[in-house]
């Protein structure tokens, strides 16, 4: 089932009480410093104080919050009995992917955060202490790509928008690694971009190469069947509060983070469903949607006329898991 895209309660409380007292002038000025070096691949380098840390909570906790809720509800919805209880949560940041997996799966009870950056790993502890799950997660210190060797498996394995910050060798390593420390399943969040796309497309093959079956969001194993300038990526449109606004500098009151995924698991995923790759088109004689099979890309018309069809696939989102078609 899919979570709300909203931070929970306790993690929205936990940041409002951080900003009293805190500039939303000098948080936007931060935020904008930040956002600008991480698209230009500078990583969490440039976040060296718990100002810096906050500001960037802030900005951008609400988006990567809402896309790794959205990719681990995926995993939900193909693997209904998967019910980890161990999670380690990789590039941990400010431990967003902690956060929405604790309202994913409720039967995680152990949580890991693995990050190299101290005042984001700090404000990862503080907000943790303000949540009845997470209170007692522990934190390791160290560089994602180098320091897992001394971790334990874990049932359940995420890395949000990390993989992306270093090199393309270190990234096969990360890889493997954290697919060994994955006792049934990793994963994986990057930005929807072409260049997030490939990474994802380049960590699912190494890994299927392994043994890993994915569960989400394609519906094999086979090479993906999208051709460039075609890339596969997924939206998620989340309300910005007052205060994201100011710090984010814009007048809309919602945001759309656009976001690619993989879901990698030890065993076949119970169910195998087509995956909406695209917003339908919904018309008055049918509704037209790019869909994601185990075939390949299909461009599925469901005529009007076919009453219960057509009324179902009025109601498909893009990024949805649907049953294809026979």
């Known amino acids: 089932m899919m979570i709300a895209p909203n931070l929970p309660a306790e993690l929205k409380a936990a940041l409002d009480a951080r900003l009293q007292g805190f500039s939303r002038t000098d948080a936007a000025q931060r935020s904008q410093k930040i956002s600008t070096t991480y ?15 906050l500001a960037y909570a802030l900005a951008r906790m609400p988006a990567t919050y809402a896309a790794v809720a959205a990719s681990l509800s995926a995993l939900a919805e193909i ?9 380690l ?14 309202e994913v799966f409720s ?15 700090r404000l990862a502890l503080e907000l943790a202490r303000d949540s009845t799950r997470l209170a007692d997660c522990r934190h390791l210190p160290g560089d994602a790509a180098t320091n897992l060797a001394e971790v334990a498996q874990s049932d359940l394995v995420v890395a949000s928008y990390i993989i992306g910050e270093i090199s393309e060798a270190d990234q096969r390593k990360l890889a493997e690694a954290m697919w060994a420390k994955a006792r049934r399943a990793l994963v994986v969040i990057e930005p929807g971009t072409p260049a997030g796309y490939d990474r994802i497309l380049a960590l699912r093959a190494q890994l299927i190469a392994q043994g890993a079956f994915v569960a989400a969001p394609c519906p094999h194993e086979k090479p993906c069947p999208l051709i460039a300038p075609d890339w596969c990526h997924f939206n998620q449109r989340l309300p910005r509060s007052q205060a994201h606004r100011q710090i984010k500098g814009a007048e809309v009151p919602f945001e759309d983070e656009r976001f690619i995924y993989v879901a990698l698991t030890r065993t076949p995923p119970a169910i195998r469903a087509a995956r909406v790759l695209a917003p339908p088109e919904v018309g008055k004689v049918e509704v037209t949607a790019k869909l994601c099979t185990g075939d390949g890309v299909d461009i599925a018309k469901v ?22 078609e026979s």
């Open 39 to 53: 698209r230009a691949g500078g990583g969490s380098g440039t976040i060296k104080s718990e100002a810096d840390a």
């Open 107 to 121: 039967s995680l009870q152990d949580f890991t955060l693995l990050d190299a950056n101290a005042p984001l790993s």
């Open 79 to 87: 693997a209904p009995d998967f019910a980890p209880e161990t999670l």
């Open 89 to 102: 949560d990789v590039g941990a940041g400010p431990g967003t992917a902690s956060w929405a997996a604790a």
């Open 303 to 324: 005529p009007r006329r076919d009453k219960a069809a057509y009324a179902s696939a009025r109601r498909w989102r893009w990024g949805e898991a649907v049953i294809a």
